[in-house]
């Protein structure tokens, strides 16, 4: 192709600093050719290299006894679950997408985090999602919404993987930048997972999958960058997916990989056919030498700088000996698929790109890759200046004069804490049948098919804790995604997480962000739940401000007995109903605090991590030995609204309690608590679950019982039907 002088203002257009490209010069010897200073742009991109962030996640736990593949060494964590099984799961963002594009942005983040599951050797077996949106009274966001939900579930559902569970929530700091993070989950074999590595000499780069296009071109740059005016013209940056076409993707992948076909694999997601080349080649040590003319295209014309940046969607690159090729053309093409040779590994550890004879780049890829000599920075960092202030604000005092029955009420009206059900029930969760526990619960519960076993899922990140106080919030992240799959009646294992922060330049962005990863540490070396991997996001901003800190944490839990899971609704009259775990001692940090009082302030509710450990070994004893009925967490809102969604499975019933604080009845019914849970049992098991509780170390009150009424009455405070509480859960979120 022709060259294109490499000017100031074209390093400027690649997202190059004048250092990076002084770098560029020192490593290549020359002047770059167009072609190099893309991929160089593209890999650099904060996006591919994670170079404002991986110093810090490096000090992430990445080991267990259950890994076996740990953060980073491949597409997606590999977590063993026994019976020679394991569960491949990852979390990532298309945030900056949805924003321009919701429908196809959040389309393709759900497309792509499943083609990091299956290109392991896995078989995709359930998605979930964690969605952030500004307040829906705005009819821009609302629009925002609908296309983003209905994205996720045309390509969730007509690819065939349930999408199980998620979490959406609302705040006026995402107008513009919504975040929309996808996370996919896969079941896999010990001996049939596929690694990505290039390796062999003289083996085949074999290009797998849909055409490329001019489809997300410098994709990954806009990833990097804050969402402007400027920015949101980079529309030929957002790539457009087709679930069908994938479906017969998936088939054949996992056909040539259970096969043994395939020496190594790698989707081409993020910088398309040059991030996969690149990493395959050194992770394996090797170099490769592709031609970018043999690339199947769609358009006509296209050059090898937009073959190499494209991020059309549904590709693989496939390293297969020479042998085996006719068998691995004839499965694809069996499933109307391209599979077309577009090179070879090479002992010299260079990536290099041939068009038409001519060579077009020549790059070592340590130098490109994450892990190897890409560049790697540490920000400054500064305290925000409200973080003292907000922390130690003089907090209103719950108002007596107040009906606490119109405030819970009012509360589950709120769109933090209404029912997501009209978002939900466009997504099938029960395709593959297989789906124990149906989204509405504190955690998805999935049959692992052919055993006995189940695995509990959940997305959680309270925002507003992050805010106030980063290292605090990640840390009951963290907890509170372990509880939830331990209310499920599983053991948490691990996690994967999705990072998004604001601008890395900002001192006071890059201190939450630092801040953050220091909790999500801490809180998962407590609780043995090492970090698998995940996605880190950063320049979610408008043109106002940046996002709420949003470390998504998605949880991964075990039960060796689907029979033993659990649910959060009540079941039986005559049901006891005990509270474990703590009471409020103020409204600070609190959803009430926002709704009532419109202020975010004061500290986050104390997190005790050994007792949180002694509450979830609580939990699984309980479920063990068959004595519990149900399990909830109180969690946003407070008692109040955790009571009543107790209630919401089956509104002919209610419940009869008395509150430990009932002498302030606004306090203790919607402050907020850390490591708190009720859980309801049958009348004769009263005494052994009190002797387990109290062997725990942990308080605890009990509450009341269930009733027949239909009425949920709080001695003293309020009475109110569940049917109307459940009503107006339900009908409160509007997105038309």
């Keep these: 192709m022709k060259q294109v002088d490499i000017t100031p203002e074209v390093i400027e257009e690649h997202g190059l600093t004048s ?18 200073l893309g991929i160089f742009s593209v890999m650099w991109s904060e996006h591919a290299s994670y170079k404002n962030s991986v110093k810090l996640l490096k000090t992430l736990p990445k080991e267990g006894p259950y890994m076996l ?35 196809h942005g959040a389309a393709t983040g759900v497309g792509g985090i499943l083609r990091d599951i299956f290109t392991m050797g896995a078989r995709p077996i359930a998605a979930l999602n964690s969605l952030r949106f500004g307040i829906p009274d705005n009819f821009d966001t609302r629009y925002l919404i609908r296309e983003a939900v209905h994205g996720i579930s045309y390509y969730g559902n007509s690819f065939g993987v349930p999408t199980v569970g998620g979490e ?143 991020e059309s969607q549904e590709r693989m690159l ?38 038409d004879g001519v060579v077009e780049a020549e790059i070592p890829p340590e ?34 004069s107040l009906d606490p029955g119109k405030e819970l009420l009012a509360m589950l009206a709120h769109e933090n804490l209404c029912s997501r059900a009209k978002v939900y029930q466009q997504y099938d969760h029960m395709v593959q049948i297989s789906t124990v526990v149906e989204p509405g619960s504190d955690a998805a519960v999935v049959a692992i098919k052919g055993t006995d076993k189940a695995i509990a899922l959940c997305t959680d990140c309270n925002s507003r804790y992050c805010y106030l106080d980063p290292y605090e919030g990640t840390r009951a992240a963290v907890a509170e995604s372990a509880l939830n799959v331990a209310v499920s009646g599983a053991k948490p294992l691990a996690i994967s997480n999705c990072l998004n922060f604001g601008n890395p330049y900002k001192p006071e962005i890059y201190w939450g962000f630092s801040q953050a990863i220091k909790g999500m540490g801490d809180a998962c070396r407590a609780l043995d739940t090492p970090v698998t991997g995940g996605n880190v996001s950063l320049y979610n901003e408008n043109p106002e401000s940046a996002v709420y800190p949003t470390p998504v944490i998605g949880m991964l839990g075990l039960l060796e007995d689907m029979k033993l899971a659990l649910t959060q609704f009540f ?28 202020m975010v302030a004061g500290k986050v509710p104390k997190l005790d991590i050994d007792a949180h450990k002694r509450l979830i070994d609580l939990l699984q004893e309980l479920s063990s030995q068959k004595l519990l009925k149900s399990a909830h967490d109180v969690a946003d809102g407070g008692l109040g609204v955790a009571l009543a969604e107790c209630l919401f499975d089956n509104t002919l019933l209610g419940a009869k309690v008395t509150l430990p604080q009932a002498d302030n009845p ?33 308080q605890h009150w009990m509450l009341g019982e269930v009733t027949s009424n239909g009425t ?14 459940y009503a107006t859960w339900r009908d409160a979120l509007q997105l038309k």
């Design 19 to 36: 250092e990076e490209y002084e770098y560029i010069l020192q490593i290549m010897g020359r002047t770059p050719t167009i072609v190099e």
């Design 367 to 400: 130098y490109l890759i994450l892990g190897g000599k890409a560049p790697v920075y540490t920000r400054e960092t500064k305290e925000p200046e409200y973080f003292q202030r907000l922390k130690n604000a003089e907090l209103p005092k719950a108002d007596s």
């Design 571 to 598: 079941k039986n009259e005559g049901d006891q109903i005990m509270l474990i775990g703590n009471l409020p001692e103020d409204l600070g940090a609190s959803q009430y605090l926002e709704f009532r009082h419109n």
């Design 168 to 310: 959406i929530y609302f705040e006026p700091c995402y107008e513009g930048n919504p975040l929309v993070n996808a996370m996919a989950v896969g079941l896999v074999k010990h001996d049939k997972i596929a690694r990505s590595a290039a390796k062999g000499v003289g083996n085949l780069v074999v290009y797998v999958g849909a055409k490329t296009g001019r489809d997300g071109i410098h994709g990954t740059t806009f990833a990097s960058v804050e969402i402007s005016d400027e920015s949101a013209q980079m529309r030929s940056a957002i790539q457009v997916g087709d679930p069908f076409y994938q479906k017969l993707l998936l088939e054949a992948t996992l056909e040539v990989i259970n096969a043994g076909l395939v020496v190594g694999i790698q989707d081409m997601g993020a910088a398309g056919l040059t991030c996969s080349s690149s990493e395959m080649a050194g992770k394996g040590e090797v170099g490769i030498q592709m031609h970018t003319d043999r690339v199947p295209q769609r358009e006509a014309g296209m050059t090898p700088y937009e073959i190499m940046l494209s």
């Design 318 to 355: 496939v390293i297969v000996e020479p042998k085996d090729f006719p068998k691995v053309e004839a499965i694809f093409h069996k499933w109307d698929l391209e599979a077309v040779v577009v090179g070879e590994v090479i002992e010299e550890q260079v990536l290099r790109i041939i068009h």
């Design 712 to 725: 949920l009455k709080i001695e003293s405070i309020l009475e109110l039907s569940t049917q109307e509480l």
């Design 69 to 103: 593949a740990k953060a980073g060494d491949e597409n997606a964590g590999v977590v063993d679950i026994g019976e020679g099984l394991a569960i491949c799961f990852k979390i990532e963002s298309h945030n900056h997408p949805s924003a321009l594009e919701p429908y």
């Design 666 to 698: 606004i306090l203790s019914l919607f402050g907020e608590v850390q490591s708190t849970v009720i859980i309801s049992f049958k009348p004769s098991n009263l005494e052994t679950v009190k002797k387990l509780v109290q062997q725990s170390g942990l």
